[in-house]
């Protein structure tokens, strides 16, 4: 399967800043969408922790994990 999303090496090195400063549980950031906003949809940002996630995509890219969320 292709990459749902492709992020930069400075996006990359910012998650990176992220997850640095998130407590010690946390290995990703998780993106994911909820029904809100004018269109109906909006994305979200999260923190999540790989191990406990399941069915996600996960892009590693330069060190940075994202997970997606499925739905």
Do not use: H, R, W
Request: charged share 25%; glycine share 8%.
């Amino acid at each position: 399967m292709s990459k749902l999303i492709s992020i930069t090496t400075n996006a990359a090195n910012q998650i990176k800043k992220i997850i640095a400063d998130a407590p010690s549980d946390i290995d990703a950031v998780v993106i994911g969408v909820d029904k809100s906003g004018c269109s109906g949809y909006s994305y979200k940002l999260d923190f999540g922790n790989s191990s406990d996630l399941e069915n996600y995509e996960i892009i590693n890219q330069d060190g940075a994990k994202i997970l997606i969320d499925p739905s």
